[in-house]
């Protein structure tokens, strides 16, 4: 079936550095979304990218999807203490239809 | 506005026991889906609805039930809890299927002793 991984699984920055997760599945997919997660709490969506080759940003949160429509990647410039979470990639899987969460990136930051 | 609610919040079970996780949704969606999420594994599709009646299984439906007999409110069933299946359970409903955003409940914690 349909894999995500994400890497890294954990990522510890300190605060001001910048910060990448990346997303790759097994499989070609129709669109990608981005969730973060707070410690203790529940996923939060941030974005949608569905073209291949699409950059979205929000703020300091740049995201993108590949060429191929196999991976995506979430990138954070200037990380700040409230950017602490872990992030978690959903494709869905062009074959499929059906959506599968990535394993997910926590990230730490150390003030 | 409440969204996602998931009740309870906190459980602990015994080997064998039953019990119910309900979630309740007031933005009229559609489609809703139960989650599980375990440590370095994100998280796993148990079950899923595409409206009033339906229900459908995910990745990981073994050891589950669920029902939805109302539009709002997506149960889902133990029958007889095991360790494995300690756990937080996400509840979450969207407007459309997969291609659009997923809003999440808080989260159910279960612990089977």
């Known amino acids: 079936g349909q894999q995500v991984m994400q890497i890294p699984q954990y990522q510890h920055v300190q605060e001001g550095e910048d910060f990448t997760t990346y997303c790759n599945s097994s499989?070609?997919?129709?669109?990608i979304q981005w969730y973060k997660q707070r410690p203790g709490g529940h996923p939060v969506f941030l974005i949608q990218?569905?073209?291949?080759?699409e950059v979205k940003k929000q703020k300091r949160l740049t995201f993108q999807f590949g060429e191929a429509k196999k991976n995506s990647s979430l990138h954070i410039t200037a990380t700040q203490t409230t950017d602490v979470g872990t992030y978690f990639c959903?494709?869905?899987?062009?074959?499929?239809?059906?959506?599968?969460f990535g394993t997910g990136t926590r990230l730490t930051i150390i003030p | 506005n409440a969204g996602v609610t998931q009740t309870p919040k906190f459980r602990v079970l015994k080997t064998g026991q039953s019990m119910t996780l309900l979630c309740a949704q007031d933005?009229?969606?559609?489609?809703m889906y139960w989650y599980r999420q375990d440590p370095g594994m994100g998280l796993r599709l148990i079950h899923y609805?595409?409206?009033?009646?339906?229900?459908a299984k995910g990745e990981v439906p073994d050891g589950y039930n669920v029902s939805r007999l109302k539009k709002q409110n997506f149960l889902l069933g133990l029958e007889s809890a095991a360790p494995s299946q300690t756990s937080v359970y996400f509840c979450?409903?969207?407007?459309?299927?997969?291609?659009?955003?997923?809003?999440f409940g808080q989260g159910t914690r279960l612990t089977v002793v």
């Open positions: 499989t070609t997919l129709s669109n």
């Open positions: 933005m009229n969606h559609e489609y």
């Open positions: 609805s595409v409206g009033e009646g339906t229900t």
């Open positions: 990218l569905v073209k291949s080759g």
């Open positions: 959903a494709g869905v899987s062009q074959i499929s239809g059906k959506l599968t």
């Open positions: 979450a409903s969207s407007y459309l299927p997969v291609s659009t955003e997923a809003f």
